[in-house]
């Protein structure tokens, strides 16, 4: 997906409209708690900076419905920003008008201004033309780094790259791109793909996609009791979307006609409740008890999935293996963690499609075992399931 970059553009002097994804979670007294995805825009910012650019940064922040709202403020950003920069970082209290537009014309190289959250304008998200071009008389160059929202047709993702001809991918737009995309489509062998979370429909895009690339899918969560119903299974209490069950075994049936490996768990743990303390006991798939609730893969399972992924040349995973908020039901997600991690040390490229994999391996501390961990759930999702991102395609080609 070759686009072109931030490092081959020239941007001394000129004003670089960037979008970075500084969507950051907020406690309540309004102190960022968890500055990962700033932290993810720094090399690109860096790098801006040291090429004499006059850097206009914007991002949303929260669901605001249109309007200014104080605690979807981007003003407690700009001072995590301004540390972890090590530099001043201006801030303009709206994203476009005549005092954005006097700040940024009044910056000079090197210099950095953060504009006021983009969605206090209902123009944002609907791309509107008035809002956009107000977004483009910032800038002069374009450059998106925000993977996380390159699934969204927006304005700032979209429609300003239009406005000012086209744009450069940041460098972790360049390398989401790279781990999610390109190494996808020309992959080292064996490639497994390790697919979990609630439900099969937030993934058939995804299987189906993959079923012609990889070489096996590990599967886990809660949509393989939507399997097992289809494979004629009790599942008890588990959860289950009944009207999914026939395309379940179609899935089924077309890996079986390809001769592409696709794992289901051979046990389960079972639990009397989805909660903290429940009873817990370990059954076979073929026994589920009908008053159990299926909450995590078994002990035989992981061992089955760790030997897969140990062999593995190239690992994507995204979603968990069960309900890994409760740490009785997280084992599995956190065995296929290391065992992915064992993949990495052994050679393997190893991505985390963000979403509920990425806060997984956040809350096992486990950031450093893997070759990729993306910021974008939705944004990744999208682009395993072989669908162009908007953000994406309005970047220049070369």
């Not at 007294?29 to 932290?39: A, C, G, S, Y």
């Not at 406005?163 to 190494?183: I, T």
């Not at 399997?227 to 289950?240: D, N, P, Q, V």
């Not at 006991?281 to 026994?287: D, L, M, S």
Request: negative net charge; contains cysteine.
């Amino acid at each position: 997906m070759a686009k072109l970059s931030v490092r081959d553009v020239e941007l001394k002097g000129r004003r670089v409209l960037c979008r970075v994804d500084f969507n950051v979670p907020l406690d309540a007294e309004r102190r960022v708690t968890d500055n990962l995805r700033i932290r993810a825009a720094l090399p690109t910012l860096r790098l801006m900076l040291e090429k004499g650019a006059r850097l206009i940064l914007m991002s949303h922040l929260g669901r605001p419905k249109g309007a200014p709202e104080t605690k979807y403020s981007l003003a407690p950003v700009r001072e995590e920003l301004e540390k972890l920069l090590g530099r001043p970082v201006a801030f303009a209290t709206d994203c476009v008008g005549d005092e954005a537009l006097a700040q940024a014309m009044a910056l000079r190289d090197g210099e950095v201004l953060l504009l006021e959250n983009l969605r206090f304008h209902a123009g944002e998200e609907k791309n509107e033309e008035s809002f956009t071009a107000a977004l483009a008389r910032l800038g002069e160059v374009y450059v998106n780094d925000a993977f996380g929202t390159a699934h969204r047709a927006h304005a700032s993702t979209e429609g300003v790259a239009r406005h000012l001809g086209g744009g450069a991918a940041g460098l972790l737009m360049e390398q989401e791109l790279r781990y999610l995309h390109d190494e996808l489509a020309h992959p080292r062998r064996p490639l497994v793909a390790v697919l979990g979370g609630a439900k099969v429909s937030g993934k058939i895009d995804v299987i189906t996609h993959l079923m012609d690339k990889v070489d096996t899918v590990i599967v886990g969560g809660g949509m393989i009791f939507t399997f097992y119903k289809a494979m004629g299974l009790e599942i008890g209490r588990s959860l289950l979307e009944a009207d999914r069950v026939e395309m379940a075994a179609e899935i089924l049936e077309r890996f079986r006609l390809r001769g592409v490996e696709l794992l289901l768990p051979v046990d389960v743990v079972v639990a009397s409740a989805v909660e903290a303390g429940a009873t817990t006991q370990v059954c076979p798939r073929e026994a589920l008890p009908a008053d159990g609730i299926g909450v995590d893969i078994g002990p035989e399972t992981l061992a089955l999935y760790r030997s897969r992924l140990r062999a593995a040349a190239t690992v994507v995973w995204n979603g968990p293996m069960g309900v890994f908020e409760i740490a009785d039901f997280a084992h599995g997600t956190r065995g296929v963690a290391e065992a992915i991690g064992e993949a990495t040390a052994l050679g393997a490229s190893t991505v985390v499609g963000g979403g509920d994999s990425a806060a997984a391996v956040q809350a096992f501390g486990l950031e450093k075992a893997f070759s990729h961990i993306s910021t974008g759930g939705g944004a990744s999702l999208e682009l395993l399931e072989g669908k162009a991102l908007p953000g994406v395609v309005a970047l220049s080609d070369v």
